[in-house]
C-alpha cells in the first residue's frame, strides 16, 4: 500500500502557464481533498470530493479546477499560474464523515515566477 | 466566521522540558477537533477530540478538550529532539463533516 502519492514533487512555473498536480490513493477512500499550506497560514482547503464524480468547493477554490473520474484519482489543474499560487499542495484521502482518518500525501512544492 | 487559532505560534525548549500548546476555536456547530504533526513533510493525525474533559494520551503526548471554554491543549512530556515540529489544530463542524478548519499551527523546537 502507498498510501496517497503526489507528483511531481517540486515544480517551477511562469506566470500564465497551465500544468495538473497529480494525486493517487489505493486505500479505496470516498472522499479526498486539496490543502495549500502558506507560511503564517495554515492548511486551506481548496477542493474536495466525497466519491468519483462528486466535487465541491472549499475555502481557496479561485484558480484551481478538479475532477473525479474514478475513486483513486483528484488531478488539481492549475489554468493560468499565477505567483499568488506559490505554495505546498498536499492531497488527502479518508473515509467520508471521519476526519480524523484522513491521510495526507508527501506534498508538492510549488514556485511562479 | 469559524476559526481556529493556535499559541504560541513558536517554541523552542531542550530535551525533558514539557511543553503545552494551545487550540482556540469558534465553529458553528462543533463537531470534533484534530490534532496533526506535521515534519518536514505530510500532517500525520495525533488526535480526535469529540467530548469534554475527556483525556486522549499516546506515549508522552496527551490531548484534552474544554467545549465550554472552547479550546484545546496538546501536553507533551519528557520531549525529545524527534518532537520538533509544527503541530496543527483543526477543527470539524456539524454542517459540513467534509471540511476541516486548520489553525497557523504551533512550531516546536526541541534543542538536545
Known amino acids: 500500500n502507498a498510501g496517497v502519492t503526489q507528483t511531481p514533487k517540486f515544480q517551477v512555473l511562469k506566470t500564465g502557464q497551465s500544468m495538473t498536480l497529480q494525486c493517487a490513493q489505493d486505500?479505496?477512500?470516498?472522499?479526498m481533498s486539496w490543502y495549500r499550506q502558506d507560511p503564517g497560514m495554515g492548511l486551506r482547503l481548496i477542493h474536495y470530493?466525497?466519491?468519483?464524480?462528486?466535487?465541491d468547493q472549499g475555502e481557496v477554490p479561485n484558480g484551481y479546477n478538479v475532477s473525479r473520474s474514478t475513486t483513486e484519482d483528484f488531478p488539481l489543474r492549475l489554468l493560468s499560474a499565477a505567483p499568488s499560487q506559490t505554495s505546498v499542495y498536499f492531497c488527502?484521502?479518508?473515509?467520508?464523515?471521519?476526519?480524523?482518518?484522513?491521510?495526507f500525501g508527501p506534498g508538492t512544492r510549488l514556485t511562479v515566477l | 466566521e469559524d476559526k481556529v487559532v493556535q499559541s504560541p505560534l513558536s517554541l523552542v525548549v531542550h530535551e525533558g522540558d514539557t511543553v503545552t500548546l494551545n487550540c482556540s476555536y469558534e465553529?458553528?456547530?462543533?463537531?470534533?477537533l484534530l490534532w496533526y504533526k506535521q515534519e518536514k513533510k505530510a500532517p500525520t493525525f495525533l488526535f480526535m477530540l469529540?467530548?469534554?474533559?475527556i483525556e486522549k494520551k499516546s506515549g508522552r503526548l496527551s490531548s484534552i478538550l474544554d467545549k465550554k471554554e472552547l479550546f484545546s491543549i496538546l501536553n507533551i512530556t519528557a520531549t525529545q529532539t524527534g518532537d520538533s515540529a509544527v503541530y496543527l489544530c483543526?477543527?470539524?463542524?456539524?454542517?459540513?463533516?467534509?471540511?476541516?478548519?486548520f489553525g497557523t499551527g504551533t512550531r516546536l523546537q526541541v534543542f538536545p
Open positions: 486505500m479505496n477512500h470516498e472522499y
Open positions: 470530493s466525497v466519491g468519483a464524480g462528486i466535487t
Open positions: 483543526a477543527v470539524e463542524a456539524f454542517y459540513n463533516t467534509d471540511k476541516l478548519i
Open positions: 469529540t467530548s469534554s474533559g
Open positions: 488527502a484521502a479518508g473515509i467520508s464523515g471521519r476526519r480524523g482518518t484522513q491521510y
Open positions: 465553529v458553528t456547530n462543533f463537531r470534533s
